[in-house]
């Protein structure tokens, strides 16, 4: 287990490094996080490296026993480096060139990207390939961050051009008929021919759209995957990972695909930021948790952890007294086995000079300090459980073209993807239990119940292995607008909804519609939901059964002849389609009787409070956690305000 802080020496004195090092020491640190935005400290004129600055601040590093996460410097490209190469900037969609200043200002598809930071990379990895003391190199910084997945520069043009040429094996005409283009006159006789899809009247075809969110994700794969393949070539045994932000699920890149190629996945970790008035809700912190674990499906670390308020321009809500203690206790019950605090002290230049740190600009020990001191005191005694994995009965299943397909076409304007996904969640962690979310080609083995929300491109193989998943005696989950479209981002003629999936389901959808604010509709309960009674809104679909049993019908004029949920039978398992968006009680009644039907284990606590388990060959360990701010008793034990509490757990934790 690696305990630090996220140290950045070339932005101080240098004279400060002892003390500040002494003091990284007397934290209970054993590892700093360094050099991530540091290029022109190693290279400050091109193809002249210098490492000197950080071989002297790893010498004293080690000269106390910590150890080194060293990041490639890529996400701040130098000065010169932009003055020499302007390409290398990337564009926003009206053409306009973003200004060097910034950060992640670089084009993915710029080839002087790739050469000066292969440059870079190379020779860091040359000089640092025998350090012993480097146990994990971070490669880039955010990847996607920001915006910066987007760029409209002529060279991402020709890119995607070439990216569309490869896919259609150079047959424009094949093109062609994918995309429908004698829609609209929209025919190419070239690739050449093909635009960005930028702002034009009315809207691009959706299947351009969708290969354009395909390319721009691929873009920062192929980034991430050179720089790791890159640090292997010279150090084979590199331990290689990369720090993620918040809202991965939104970005235009694909943070699973990015994941398969590192070792493990990090994360950074924000409950709060600028212009926020209060942190997010516990639930939703949980949910960015449980994605990163689900990236790889595998604990991860924490390489920036809030201790002090956060903002670039607008100063954010500060934790209260050991809230952020809390919040990195909450990482560790979902998952994280190393953890870095951002950052040692808040800058006093620069963008993050209201990014406040363990220390603030006047260097004095206050709470912060001894706050990260006391956490880390305390969670060392817990290092050999925490790296235990977390098994989840539940996985909650996404797919990166099903998300792009509704930044494409909305459909409804109540509807957010990522929202519908959190409403599942949060049944399961105001229950305790442990849930994965995870992408649409991860390894199902060892679940029970599978929840697809708005999966609404079907793809042949991967439904395969759900109905193979159901057959064997799990329970999946369909929502409304799962299984579309094509893979192409098309509906497909001739074939009923669910694609590929209605006789399997035992449904078909015969009319679909998106409500907004104000436009609720009853929903009444048959069979075993007989007497449950709510609303329903968002979207509907209306569903006619063939041989599945009717759970709710939908209850006002004109479509009381329609399922609204529905449950199938297996071999051995279920399959449930969940036809529009439910009040949270009879949602909850509902995924309470399949989580009964796959004997999945529930615990309700105090509300507020987060009850974690693990366990292993020498037993287990029970993680209680107050995210309230105020006292509170649960299950006997008195827990402080953001107070949290582990105590032995017998056995291998909770079956």
Not at 339 to 351: E, I, V
Request: proline share 4%; net charge negative.
């Amino acid at each position: 287990m690696f305990l630090g802080v996220d140290y950045y020496p070339e932005q101080w004195d240098p004279d400060l490094l002892e003390e500040d090092l002494d003091n990284i020491c007397e934290l209970g640190c054993n590892a700093i996080r360094i050099a991530e935005f540091a290029w022109h400290r190693m290279e400050k004129t091109e193809g002249q490296y210098d490492f000197s600055f950080f071989d002297h601040v790893i010498q004293r590093a080690k000269a106390r026993g910590l150890s080194i996460v060293m990041g490639t410097p890529t996400a701040t490209i130098p000065a010169w480096l932009a003055k020499k190469h302007p390409d290398i900037l990337s564009e926003f969609e009206d053409g306009t060139k973003r200004v060097f200043g910034g950060r992640h200002v670089y084009c993915f598809n710029s080839s002087a990207l790739y050469r000066y930071s292969e440059g870079i990379i190379r020779a860091m990895a040359e000089h640092y390939k025998d350090e012993k003391a480097i146990v994990a190199w971070q490669i880039d910084n955010e990847l996607g961050h920001e915006g910066s997945d987007m760029c409209w520069c002529p060279q991402c043009r020709e890119a995607f051009r070439a990216y569309l040429r490869e896919k259609f094996h150079g047959d424009i005409q094949a093109l062609n008929d994918t995309y429908g283009t004698a829609f609209w006159s929209q025919e190419y006789n070239d690739f050449d021919e093909i635009p960005l899809p930028a702002a034009t009247i009315t809207t691009h075809n959706p299947a351009l759209r969708l290969d354009w969110e395909r390319f721009r994700s691929e873009s920062v794969v192929r980034f991430a995957a050179f720089q790791a393949d890159l640090l292997r070539e010279i150090i084979p045994d590199a331990v290689v990972m990369h720090d993620f932000c918040g809202g991965g699920l939104g970005k235009h890149a694909d943070y699973s695909a990015i994941a398969r190629h590192l070792d493990f996945a990090a994360y950074n970790n924000y409950p709060v930021w600028g212009g926020q008035p209060e942190p997010l809700a516990p639930n939703e912190i949980a949910f960015g948790l449980d994605y990163i674990r689900g990236l790889k499906q595998q604990n991860f670390w924490i390489t920036e952890a809030i201790m002090g308020a956060q903002g670039h321009d607008i100063t954010g809500f500060s934790p209260r007294p050991n809230q952020a203690k809390m919040w990195a206790y909450q990482s560790m019950a979902r998952g994280c086995e190393s953890l870095f605090f951002f950052r040692y002290r808040g800058a006093t230049k620069g963008a993050e000079q209201f990014c406040y740190g363990v220390l603030d600009a006047d260097n004095v020990k206050r709470r912060k300090f001894y706050e990260v001191q006391r956490f880390f005191q305390d969670i060392k005694a817990y290092g050999k459980a925490l790296e235990t994995p977390i098994s989840s009965r539940v996985a909650i299943v996404y797919d990166y073209d099903s998300l792009a397909s509704f930044r494409i076409q909305r459909q409804s304007v109540t509807l957010d993807c990522e929202g519908e996904m959190k409403k599942y969640h949060k049944f399961f962690y105001d229950r305790n239990v442990p849930v994965d979310v995870i992408p649409a080609d991860s390894d199902l083995t060892g679940y029970h119940l599978l929840i697809l929300p708005q999966m609404i491109v079907a793809k042949p193989e991967f439904q395969k292995k759900l109905m193979e998943f159901a057959q064997r005696g799990g329970t999946v989950v369909l929502t409304y607008r799962d299984f579309v479209k094509d893979t192409d981002n098309n509906l497909v003629l001739g074939r009923q909804i669910p694609v590929g999936f209605d006789d399997f389901a035992g449904v078909c959808v015969v009319e679909t519609e998106s409500l907004q604010q104000g436009q609720e509709f009853p929903v009444t309960g048959e069979g075993e939901l007989s007497g449950v009674r709510g609303v329903g809104g968002i979207f509907r679909d209306m569903l006619e059964t063939r041989d599945a049993q009717v759970l709710l019908r939908y209850d006002d004029e004109f479509y009381r002849d329609y399922a609204a949920a529905t449950r199938k039978g297996q071999k051995d398992g279920w399959v449930y389609y969940l036809g529009c968006g439910l009040e949270e009680a009879v949602l909850e009644r509902l995924l309470e009787k399949i989580a009964a039907e796959q004997n999945i284990p529930m615990e309700r606590s105090t509300p507020g409070v987060e009850v974690a388990y693990w366990g292993g060959p020498e037993g287990g360990i029970r993680m209680v956690i107050n995210h309230n701010a105020r006292q509170v008793v649960h299950d006997g034990e008195t827990l402080e305000p953001f107070g949290c509490r582990i105590t032995p757990w017998p056995g291998q934790g909770r079956s």
